[in-house]
C-alpha cells in the first residue's frame, strides 16, 4: 500500500512551452500533496502544498503564477511549469499524506513519488 | 529559517560493518523525525520515523535514536549491504502530517 506515482517519469521540452506533472495517490486518499524540486547533488527544497479543494500554498520565493498547482480530487494533484527555461530544468517529486491511514500504516507518513526529470532546452 | 543538519558528507562502510548516519536539527518545536533513503533517480522512500516522545524506535536492521537534549538523530543499519548505497535524508516537521524540512543528506557507499 501507500504507493504514489507521477507521470511522466521524464520531460524535455523547448524554452517556453508549458509542462504538467502529475502526482497520483494509488491506494489511498491524500487531502495534502506537497511538491518538492531537487537539484543534482541537493535535498530536495519544498515548492509548494497542495490542498485538495483550494488553492496551494506557495513556500517564499517560488512564483505561483509560474509553478501552477492543482488538486481536483483526493488522489491527484498537478503541476504546470509555465513558460520553462532553462533553470527550471530541475527533478521535481510530489509526496502524499495518507491523513486517513487508508494505508494501514501511520497516518503522519508522507510518501513520495518517483520523481519527474525535467529539461528544458 | 529552521534547518535540519547536513551538507551531503559521504560515508564509506565495508558490507557487513554497521552504519551510522547523523542529522542535527535546530528547531526545538519538531516533534516528528523521519528517515529517507534516495537512490539515484528515484524518489525519498521512507525507512523509518520516530515521535518526540520516544529516545530510540527500531525496525528491521535499522534504528533511529532522537536525542532532543541536543537536538540529534541517527540512523544506525546493521549489517550494511551493497542495496544499502544510496542517499539519506533526516527530516522533520512541527506536526506530523505537516511539510518537512530536510536535511542535506548523506550518502552511503558500501564497498564489496
Known amino acids: 500500500g501507500a504507493v504514489v506515482s507521477q507521470h511522466p517519469s521524464w520531460v524535455i521540452c523547448k524554452s517556453g512551452t508549458s509542462v504538467k506533472i502529475e502526482c497520483r495517490s494509488l491506494?489511498?486518499?491524500?487531502?495534502?500533496m506537497f511538491w518538492y524540486r531537487q537539484f543534482p547533488k541537493q535535498s530536495l527544497m519544498l515548492m509548494a502544498t497542495?490542498?485538495?479543494?483550494?488553492?496551494?500554498?506557495?513556500e517564499q520565493g517560488v512564483e505561483k503564477d509560474k509553478f501552477l498547482i492543482n488538486h481536483a480530487s483526493l488522489t491527484l494533484s498537478t503541476l504546470t511549469v509555465t513558460s520553462a527555461h532553462p533553470e527550471d530544468s530541475s527533478f521535481y517529486i510530489c509526496?502524499?499524506?495518507?491523513?486517513?491511514?487508508?494505508?494501514?500504516?501511520?497516518?503522519?507518513?508522507?510518501?513520495f513519488g518517483p520523481g519527474t526529470r525535467l529539461t528544458v532546452l | 529559517g529552521e534547518s535540519v543538519g547536513l551538507h551531503l558528507p559521504t560515508l564509506s562502510v565495508q558490507e557487513g560493518d554497521n552504519s551510522i548516519i547523523n542529522c542535527a536539527y535546530s528547531?526545538?518545536?519538531?516533534?516528528?523525525f523521519i528517515w529517507y533513503k534516495q537512490e539515484s533517480g528515484k524518489g525519498p522512500q521512507f525507512i523509518i520515523d520516530?515521535?518526540?516522545?520516544?529516545d530510540k524506535r527500531q525496525g528491521q536492521r535499522v534504528t533511529v535514536l532522537l536525542n532532543k537534549t541536543v537536538k540529534h538523530l541517527s540512523l544506525q543499519i546493521a549489517a550494511t549491504q551493497p542495496g544499502d548505497s544510496a542517499v539519506y535524508f533526516c527530516?522533520?516537521?512541527?506536526?506530523?502530517?505537516?511539510?518537512?524540512?530536510f536535511g542535506g543528506g548523506t550518502r552511503v557507499l558500501v564497498k564489496p
Open positions: 491506494d489511498f486518499q491524500a487531502t495534502t
Open positions: 520516530i515521535r518526540s516522545n520516544m
Open positions: 497542495s490542498n485538495e479543494g483550494s488553492k496551494a500554498t506557495y
Open positions: 509526496s502524499a499524506r495518507d491523513w486517513r491511514g487508508t494505508s494501514g500504516v501511520s497516518t503522519d507518513t508522507q510518501y
Open positions: 528547531n526545538s518545536a519538531s516533534d516528528y
Open positions: 527530516a522533520e516537521t512541527k506536526a506530523a502530517g505537516n511539510k518537512l524540512t
